[in-house]
T-cell receptor, first 117, second 112 residues
Framework: DTEVTQTPKHLVMGMTNKKSLKCEQH?????MYWYKQKAKKPPELMFV???????INESVPSRFSPECPNSSLLNLHLHALQPEDSALYLC????????????????FGPGTRLTVL | QKEVEQNSGPLSVPEGAIASLNCTYS??????FFWYRQYSGKSPELIMF????GDKEDGRFTAQLNKASQYVSLLIRDSQPSDSATYLC????????????FGQGTELSVKP
């Protein structure tokens, strides 16, 4: 089973709202990722958690705040977003991210379609 | 020069033909390569990964890797309309925290 789940599927929010995206995996993977994808573009990495510690922050604005409560859960807290932040937000997980295993494989969840008004 | 490059397409092939998708990468130290399929409005789905030079087959899909030429390809035999999607080539930067670097993707259209 290579299932990563994400909620909600769709989210519409105003620029003053605070919301959160959630991601869950039960594959025993030790790395979890947030990507942002705009239309007709490839996914762009935002954050990586490896063994529940933030290992990569790709210079993401502070209005995006990641959280990894445990090895199965990953949240992305959103605050004061801009319309240009509207995109598909993808969560992924992998067995060994950040440990130097070149065989490590990432599996993506279905994504959350975010619209900022 | 982008680290991973793909022809954006669209690539159009008739049903039943072989679709050939190509990808080049610039970091000669790269060791692992992935092909993801992404239907419009959906998330990327892993099709294949390849680590060793040569061919790797899985059903109608064959991945080919040539490290000397820094070239990865994906062949889809007996293409079906359901194969119409964007195909993303990715390189695993395993020595940089495991981040995936994606190409721009190739849009494939299989015509009945």
């Amino acid at each position: 089973d290579t299932e990563v789940t994400q909620t909600p599927k769709h989210l519409v929010m105003g620029m003053t709202n605070k919301k959160s995206l959630k991601c869950e995996q039960h594959m025993g993977h030790r790395a979890m990722y947030w990507y942002k994808q705009k239309a007709k573009k490839p996914p762009e990495l935002m954050f990586v958690y490896s063994y529940e510690k933030l290992s990569i922050n790709e210079s993401v604005p502070s209005r995006f705040s990641p959280e990894c409560p445990n090895s199965s859960l990953l949240n992305l807290h959103l605050h004061a977003l801009q319309p240009e932040d509207s995109a598909l937000y993808l969560c992924a997980s992998s067995q060994d991210g950040g440990t130097g295993m070149f065989t490590d494989t990432q599996y993506f969840g279905p994504g959350t379609r975010l619209t900022v008004l | 020069q982008k680290e991973v490059e793909q022809n954006s397409g669209p690539l159009s092939v008739p049903e039943g033909a072989i679709a050939s998708l190509n990808c080049t990468y610039s970091d000669r130290g790269s060791q692992s390569f992935f092909w993801y399929r992404q239907y419009s409005g959906k998330s990327p789905e892993l099709i294949m990964f390849i680590y060793s030079n040569g061919d790797k087959e899985d059903g109608r899909f064959t991945a080919q890797l040539n490290k000397a030429s820094q070239y990865v390809s994906l062949l889809i035999r007996d293409s079906q309309p359901s194969d119409s999607a964007t195909y993303l080539c990715a390189v695993n930067k395993y020595n940089q925290g495991g981040k995936l670097i994606f190409g721009q993707g190739t849009e494939l259209s299989v015509k009945p």
